[in-house]
C-alpha cells in the first residue's frame, strides 16, 4: 500500500470533482479491501465483483467518513460487512446454480441422467464432488442427517438416540430433505 498519500488533499480533491484523487484512493484502498476479500470471500462470488461493490459503497458513503481513524480502517470495517452480509444472505437462501459447476461435474450430471451409473474412477470423485456441492446447499443438522442415513448406513433407532429425536420426526425430516435435493437436481437439469 502506497503510504505517501495524503488522504485528506484526495479527498478534498475528490469531492471538488477531481478524477484523478479517485483514481488515487482507488489504487490506495484496493489491496486493503482484496486482503479483506479473499479472507472472507462466499462461495460462488468473484473476488473482483465484490471489490468492486465494496469500492462502490465506499465512494458512495464516502460523506459519511469523518476523518477520526485512517480511511484505510473505516474501509476494512466496510468491506467486513459486506462480505459478512453476503455470507449470510447465501445461508439464509442456499443454493447450487449450474454455473456453479465445472465443465466436468455438468458432464457427470449429464452422464448420470442418461446412464443412471459411472463407469470409471475419475466418474465417481467427481460425482462424489457434485454431490457434495448438492449437500452443501443443506443447512448442517439436515446435511449430518441425510449423511448419517445415506452414507453410513445407521438405522433410525440409532439415529434417534444419538440425536434425541423421534422416529416419525426423521422420518418427516428425511422426506423433506430428499424432496429439497430433488428440486435442486430438478434446477440444475432445466438449466444444462
Request: net charge neutral; proline share 3%; with cysteine.
Given at each position: ?32 479491501i482484496s486482503r479483506i476479500v479473499r479472507t472472507h ?133 428425511l422426506f423433506r430433505i430428499r424432496g429439497q435435493l430433488r428440486k435442486t437436481m ?7
Amino acid at each position: 500500500m502506497d503510504q505517501s498519500i495524503d488522504v485528506a488533499d484526495c479527498l478534498h480533491r475528490w469531492k471538488a470533482g477531481d478524477e484523478g484523487a479517485a483514481e488515487q484512493l482507488i489504487l490506495h484502498l484496493h489491496p486493503v479491501i482484496s486482503r479483506i476479500v479473499r479472507t472472507h470471500l462466499p462461495r460462488r462470488d468473484h473476488e473482483d465483483d465484490l471489490i468492486q461493490e465494496i469500492l462502490m459503497k465506499t465512494f458512495s458513503r464516502l460523506h459519511q467518513y469523518k476523518a477520526d481513524a485512517p480511511l484505510t480502517h473505516w474501509v476494512s470495517r466496510l468491506a467486513v460487512t459486506t462480505c459478512l452480509d453476503r455470507l449470510r444472505a447465501q445461508k439464509i437462501r442456499p443454493e447450487l446454480r449450474c454455473a456453479d459447476l465445472t465443465p466436468e461435474e455438468t458432464d457427470i450430471f449429464d452422464r448420470a441422467e442418461l446412464e443412471n451409473h459411472t463407469r470409471d474412477a475419475a466418474d465417481v470423485i467427481q460425482a462424489r464432488d457434485l454431490v457434495d456441492k448438492l449437500l452443501s446447499t443443506l443447512p448442517v443438522e439436515d446435511r449430518r442427517l441425510i449423511l448419517m442415513v445415506d452414507l453410513e448406513g445407521r438405522s433410525l433407532e440409532e439415529i434417534s438416540h444419538s440425536t434425541g429425536w423421534g422416529i416419525s420426526k426423521i422420518k418427516m425430516r428425511l422426506f423433506r430433505i430428499r424432496g429439497q435435493l430433488r428440486k435442486t437436481m430438478d434446477k440444475l437439469e432445466k438449466r444444462t
